[in-house]
């Protein structure tokens, strides 16, 4: 089974409530979603390989210790897991960034892709899949799906918000993506929406309602 890492980081738990109140305008939004992806990423990326190499400070020579070079790709999931790229790339500037465009259907609730632009070296990148929300997990998996399909071997899923219940189907159709949340809400509501959550993700970065 993945592991679940929920951040207890008080900047984490004071940013998020900023985004949650529906007071907060799709300026402000915005702002906080990316400082908390980049906040978020320090955990994301404690378990990077190091490696030690020799440099020289003004007063001595010295070894010290730098990330080696694995290879790393941010994947948001269209829309609203862009709001959590940039946090993301001014931590890991390096890093290249792939796309899975869904939507879910307001129907059937089920995600459908309609756009995957990945980097040409999928196999040889560890990936960090970037959404706010993981309500009934749909998204996640198929994004994860489309990883997978196209070679991708190591992922790790990050979202801000999470229902139970989206954490548990991850868990059981992917146990090797281990999740990452800035908070576990209570569960889902009739049309599939997290409890309390923050509404919308993509219309409240977007401004789109
Ligand atoms: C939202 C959200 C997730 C998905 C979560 O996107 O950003 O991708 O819903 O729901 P799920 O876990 O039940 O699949 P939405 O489909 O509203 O698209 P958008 O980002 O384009 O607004
Ligand atoms: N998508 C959102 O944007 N919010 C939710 O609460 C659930 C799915």
Redesign the pocket.
Known sequence: MSELYVMDHPLIKHKLTFIRDKNTGSKSFRELVKEVAMLMGYEVTRNLELEEIDIETPVAKTKSQIISGKKLGIVP?????LGMVEGMLSLLPAAKVGHVG???DPDT?E?VEYYCKLPSDVEERDFIVT??????????I?AIDALKKRGARNIRLMCLIAAPE?VKSVQETHPDVDIYLAGLDEK?NDH?YIVPGLG????RLFG?K
């Open positions: 999931i269209l829309r609203a897991g869904l939507y879910r609730l995600p959404d706010p929300m993981l309500a009934t997990g749909g998204s996640a198929a989206g889902l599939a919308d993700a993509g219309d789109t």
